[in-house]
């Protein structure tokens, strides 16, 4: 009786699988016909976040089918906060301002650790242009602080 069980449920898991694997199929086909801005805008990051959101459950539903745990919770928590930047940029456009300004903290804090001993960063701070762009991306974190504090 228990392995009937534990057949019935793995039918009914695969059978959710397979309709979020047609989902994600049909929604990855409706974006490419998205015209997506050029320009960094709350348009695009609604594009990009959809996307994202489409990877992320591909991955899980990757994990599933092979029966692999590992990785499941770092995956699904990427998607909570995709999914919550979406919803947020989704109910209120000024949203952009402050996924710009955590951008841009996020580029100075790796642009700033490529000055130190990490060897995986240490081309980055050989770029002719490093500390230009730290500045730009100082400048740019002001703009975007002020903008959506105010």
């Avoid at 016909?33 to 695009?44: D, E, W």
């Avoid at 955590?102 to 130190?116: M, Q, S, T, Y």
């Avoid at 081309?123 to 002001?142: N, V």
Wanted: proline content about 1%; charged content about 30%.
């Amino acid at each position: 009786m228990a392995i009937e069980n534990e057949e019935n449920e793995q039918k009914i898991l695969d059978a959710y699988c397979d309709v979020l694997e047609l989902m994600c199929s049909k929604s990855k086909d409706l974006l490419r016909k998205v015209a997506i801005p050029k320009n960094l805008s709350s348009h695009t990051y609604v594009a990009i976040f959809f996307a994202t959101l489409i990877e992320y459950i591909e991955a899980a539903l990757l994990l599933s089918k092979n029966k692999i745990a590992g990785g499941s919770h770092s995956i699904f928590r990427s998607f909570l906060e995709a999914y919550v930047d979406f919803e947020n940029l989704a109910n209120d456009e000024s949203y952009f301002q402050i996924l710009e300004h955590k951008n841009c903290v996020e580029w100075i804090r790796v642009l700033e650790a490529a000055d130190g001993n990490n060897p995986y960063l240490t081309q980055i701070a050989k770029h002719e242009d490093h500390d230009a762009i730290i500045r730009e991306f100082e400048q740019k974190k002001r703009r975007t602080r002020r903008a959506w504090r105010d």
